[in-house]
């Protein structure tokens, strides 16, 4: 193998992969192992992994080529059934696998809401059909039609292979909803997956209360609404926990200091809670919302404050883009930080990106009324690594965030092996190759997904996806890779 090839078989998506890779930086969280290296596919496995030293390893570093086992995203919207022109279970895969990810966790909340069982079986053959081998694994709706009012089928739908519970897009607001769906989930094996938000404290609510929605003249949506969820789900959790030990409480998108203080302080106390957060809600704050395009960590002070966007004149685009327009909502650069730093130190398990896909009537219009969410899952990796190059956030523990970390999320339910086994001989090539020193322009030909518009469309990011090989199947490949 010589530095920087990578020789490909020209192999047709859903199709075994034959590869040699050499001159790569290779990282592989479940080992803990990174360094120099290169492997060989054939036929869709991986038949060598060659760790690389001395005069072999010179020149290579982490700043270029590098191969990470495929990427698990634990919360995308596919919008099929109900909104299949925002959206497709075949659109959602491709676009997850030009973002470099290899399993993509469906959300429930289509039309119908997937709360029966074999509503995950249709789902499952719309992804074989699809011909991607990104692995779909669905989330089945917590409770009946989302409504908030009884539990749906968890049995029925456990036994239907689901990973987990979620009203996403909503809350449970009911306490006792949440209490049993929490038990019974316990008892599955399974994860209940909130949307924390109290939603006594949004309605109508359009940006994150603060300096930008107050100037601009949006409708707060205050932190104490996803603050107040977060306390009350953890202190219901504790309490489930004593009864039912395999409790588990997963947090979804969590935008502020708070929330991931709570949650450091309750996995100290060893709770099974768990947690992700956006790569928007890491990288993107709410000045956005009034014109800026600085990153979140550019925004911040030598005291660690949020900056005024108006007194830096850093506002260059119109404001009121409706596509940034996402529940919860950007963050203050302080929240954005806390949130990096939560996932820095562990608190943070992953990295989930929301991809939340909507039609050109539902976004292009006035902000208040866009519909809610981010089309992201292309651009995700582009974001954290523009984190990780601004020496937030080290590439190892970004990988992690995005691999091992959502597998163990999901526990049993992942699969083991059948997933992204990691950069292991013998097993199925599941895994991503990236060049972080290529940078790429996303654009409305360049994007896979049926979602509109996008706040970093004309914006160069960091890292562009060459290849994206699942369970030993070529997922997606780079056109002209460098
Ligand atoms: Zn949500």
């Known amino acids: 193998m010589t530095s920087g090839t990578i020789l490909r078989a020209g192999a047709e998506v859903g199709t075994p992969v034959d590869l040699d890779l050499g001159g790569a930086w290779l990282i592989d969280p479940g080992s803990g192992r990174q360094g120099p290296g290169g492997l060989v596919v054939r036929d869709g496995r991986i038949e060598s992994i060659a760790w690389l030293a001395g005069d072999d390893a010179a020149g290579i570093d982490d700043a270029g080529v590098v191969v990470a086992p495929g990427f698990v995203d634990l919360h995308a919207h596919l919008r099929e059934p109900g909104n299949e022109a925002a959206e497709t279970i075949a659109s959602g895969l491709t676009a997850a696998a030009h973002g470099g990810f290899t399993t993509v966790c469906a959300m429930p909340n289509t039309t119908p809401p997937i709360d029966r069982g074999a509503m995950v079986g249709a789902a499952r053959a719309a992804a074989i059909a699809s011909g991607s081998p990104v692995r779909l694994l669905q989330v089945g709706a917590a409770t009946a039609g989302r409504a908030g009012e009884r539990l749906a089928e968890l049995g029925e739908l456990a036994d239907a292979g689901v990973v987990g519970f979620s009203d996403d897009g909503s809350p449970i ?76 409480l997963h947090l979804t998108h969590l935008s502020t200091a708070a929330s991931i203080e709570h949650v450091r302080r309750a996995k100290a106390a060893g709770l099974a809670v768990t947690c992700d957060v956006t790569p928007h809600h890491l990288a993107l704050t709410d000045e956005w919302i009034a014109g800026s395009r600085r990153w979140a960590w550019q925004a911040l002070d030598d005291d660690g ?15 009121f883009d409706g596509s940034l327009r996402v529940n919860p909502p950007l963050r203050s650069a302080e929240d954005a930080r806390a949130c990096l730093d939560g996932l820095a130190d562990g608190t943070v ?24 969410g981010i089309a992201g899952i292309e651009t995700a990796l582009g974001l954290v690594l523009e984190a990780v190059g601004a020496g937030l956030l080290p590439l190892d523990r970004a990988i992690e965030a995005l691999t091992v970390g959502p597998g163990r999320v999901l526990g049993g339910a992942f699969g083991g092996t059948s ?20 940078r790429w322009t996303p654009d409305a030909a360049s994007l896979l997904t049926r979602g509109w518009g996008g706040p970093l469309l004309g914006r160069p990011l960091a890292g562009r996806v060459l290849l994206t090989i699942a369970a030993g199947r070529l997922a997606c490949e780079d056109p002209a890779p460098a």
């Open 173 to 248: 607001q009911r306490s006792d909803l949440l209490r049993n769906a929490l038990a019974y989930a316990g008892m599955l094996g399974l994860p209940l997956i909130d949307h924390p938000e109290d939603l006594g404290q949004t309605s109508g609510a359009e940006a994150n209360d603060g300096l930008v929605a107050t100037v601009l003249g949006l409708r707060g949506w205050p932190s104490s609404a996803e603050v107040a969820a977060v306390a009350r789900d953890i202190e219901i959790l504790a309490e489930v926990a004593a009864d039912v030990s395999g409790a588990r």
């Open 305 to 319: 404050r949020a900056r005024d966007p108006w007194r830096d004149h850093v506002l260059e685009a119109d404001p």
């Open 349 to 372: 398990d992953a990295i989930a990106t929301d991809h939340a896909p909507h039609t050109q009537v539902d976004k292009d219009v006035e902000f208040g009324l866009a519909r809610p």
């Open 419 to 438: 997933g992204s086994a990691g950069l292991v001989e013998g097993a199925p090539a599941d895994l991503v190759v990236f060049d972080r020193a290529a």
